[in-house]
């Protein structure tokens, strides 16, 4: 009998524990496991903890662990199968090495979106269905009803994100001996689906959360997610027919097949209900660190609770990501290691690119006044760092020390020898806690900020209705509060030029967040900027300092790659479950 492959998960492993949970928040709840379905949803608290246990996959995707090798000594996320970074042990078999190479098919990838979401579509319908006998009050009733639905829309967006439609299962449960249909719905109806789920969340569910509830689904996330869903759904990827343009069979399934320039107002307008809630503003701090511009932007991520954050992604005190994006002599593990195409991107800290002559760029001192976003996002050789225990700050040695012959790496940390590329990741790491020391963070990750919805109603006005003074506005405040002096555009940029513009505020604004990967497929760019050489950056000192970059990859992009192919154990078990274009 054919069947989908979605995971019957056993009330025993969704009531698991979050054992990385330490911090005071909805996840920290426990419950014995090896329940069954009728003490599960006749317990108020089993049947609390069944719904919570839902959030735990809830930032899979954008993991910076999502491709990790057995055991987990490893790993890296969506940067390392973009242009952003360069994978650890990258000679290895494993999913970011498969999109950088090329090599990705319905044989090899990774299968966690398919797997994963379906498990919790799955899960939210086993705790919808049985709603009516929790021993929950009327209102309280009613919240989890929309929290669960939230979620449902969310791994449903995941679903999209990757392989365009998909089917839509309602509120079924299959067991594994029912036949289930497995024809893929259309992006269209799934698109739809979707919003009309987050509205109906929306209706029920406080603007935000406090206090032990912070990071459960509210209606500003709703609304977020739904000006996410609009704008994927307005870009030239999802519009025309996308990469099934001509085919019948597909062409309504992975895109609308054809294109409505309204969508990209509907995209507007989600958007600027979520700024309408007046519930968020952009995290600015001016006062802790008074002469270093932009610093905002680097202190936000390392506060649990902050102004930005609509949805997060719940932790424990924790050292994640000093784990494994900091440097070896501070117990970093090895995760991502930036390109230097990103540190290019960066312009100075007028505003001009480095390729500007007026911009003041001085190849010599290639990281001397520019973006300071640029400091916080990635560590370079002689970045500064205080040594835990002192205030006494020390540069980092990541370079070659040619004083010597042959010339030797300057320290474990360097070129070579800790980093294949020169550089590290430095966004979102905690300076004052050190993986191998003592220290924690309280810091959470963030899956949907303020600063996202502001670039995404810039990019879908000027694709509306061109560069209006609302999309100067929402630009210049992102960049106003990364310290570029002076933060304003030029005046008169036409919508193309306004275009690269957002484009290119979203590559260093939202770096290392995962959206570079989905960013580049929507505006079909990927076939350029995933099909190129990436380079590292080597600083040698002898009798002088010489920055020499050098190749790292050839990043190699087809165009069936703008789509997740379906993983083969699905089509294998299902025929009629027609397979991405091109693969």
């Known amino acids: 009998m054919k069947k989908l492959a979605i995971a019957v998960i056993t009330i025993s492993v969704l009531m698991a524990l979050l054992t990385a949970c330490k911090k005071t928040s909805f996840l920290d709840q426990t419950v014995t496991s090896s329940l069954d379905e009728n003490s599960t949803f006749s317990d108020s608290s089993n049947a609390m903890q069944f719904l919570n246990n839902i959030y735990v996959d809830i930032g899979f995707a954008t993991d910076p662990r999502r491709f990790s090798n057995t055991g987990g000594t490893y790993g890296a996320g969506l940067e390392a199968a973009s242009d952003e970074a360069e994978g650890p042990n990258s000679a290895s078999t ?77 509120d079924t449960i299959y067991a594994t001996a029912d036949h289930i249909d497995v024809k893929r719905n259309t992006y269209r109806e799934c698109v739809n689906y979707v919003l009309a789920e987050l509205d109906a969340a929306a209706a029920d569910l406080p603007t935000t959360w406090t206090g032990a509830q912070y990071g459960r689904a509210c209606k500003g996330a709703c609304l977020a997610v739904k000006a996410r869903v609009l704008l994927f759904a307005a870009s030239p990827l999802f519009n025309n027919g996308g990469m099934a343009a001509g085919n019948a069979d597909l062409a309504s399934i992975v895109a ?60 424990g005190d924790n050292k994640y990501l000093e784990s494994l994006w900091d440097v070896p002599s501070r117990g970093g593990s090895g995760g991502s290691f930036p390109y230097q195409e990103i540190v290019d991107a960066f312009p100075m800290s007028n505003g001009l690119e480095i390729t500007d002559p007026a911009s003041g760029y001085d190849p010599s001192h290639p990281y001397a006044n520019r973006d300071p976003r640029l400091g916080y996002t990635i560590m370079h050789d002689s970045t500064m760092r205080v040594t835990f225990g002192t205030n006494q700050p020390s540069p980092l ?22 980093t294949p590329t020169g550089l590290y990741i430095y966004k979102m790491v905690d300076p004052n806690v050190i993986n191998n020391s003592v220290g924690n963070t309280s810091r959470v990750l963030p899956l949907i900020r303020y600063a996202e919805v502001v670039l995404n109603f810039a990019e879908a006005t000027n694709e509306a209705v061109g560069p209006t003074t609302e999309v100067y506005q929402s630009l210049e405040a992102i960049r106003q509060r990364a310290g570029l002096r002076p933060w304003q555009l030029p005046a008169g940029l036409n919508q193309v030029q306004m275009r690269t513009v957002i484009q290119k505020e979203r590559r260093l604004e939202l770096a290392f967040e995962g959206f570079r990967f989905w960013d580049v497929r929507r505006w079909l760019i990927a076939d350029q900027t995933d099909n190129q050489t990436m380079h590292g950056m080597e600083v040698d000192r002898g009798p002088g300092v010489v920055y020499k970059p050098f190749v790292v990859r050839k990043h190699t992009f087809s165009k069936a790659m703008y789509l997740w192919p379906l993983p083969l154990p699905e089509i294998a078990k299902s025929p009629e479950l027609l397979q991405n274009p091109s693969y």
């Open 94 to 170: 494993n999913g970011f090495i498969q999109f950088a190479t090329g090599s990705v098919n319905p044989t090899v990838v990774p299968d966690d979106a398919w797997r994963k979401c379906y498990a919790d579509i799955r899960a939210v319908n086993q705790f919808l269905k049985h709603i009516p006998i929790i021993p929950f009050n009327s209102a309280l009733k009613k919240q989890v009803a929309a929290e669960a639905r939230f979620l449902r829309a969310w791994y449903y967006t995941m679903l999209m994100q990757h392989y365009g439609g998909v089917p839509l299962i309602g």
């Open 397 to 418: 040695l990541l370079y070659m020390n040619t004083s010597v012959t042959p010339a030797v790496a300057a320290s474990g940390d360097a070129v070579y020898k800790g």
């Open 256 to 315: 609308y097949p054809d294109a409505d320039p309204k969508r990209w107002q509907l995209a507007a307008d989600a958007a600027r209900a979520v700024i309408a809630l007046n519930a968020y503003q952009l995290f600015v701090d001016s006062t802790s660190k008074p002469g270093e511009l932009g610093f905002g932007f680097t202190e936000l991520f390392t506060k649990r609770y902050n102004t930005e954050y609509i949805l997060p992604r719940m932790m």
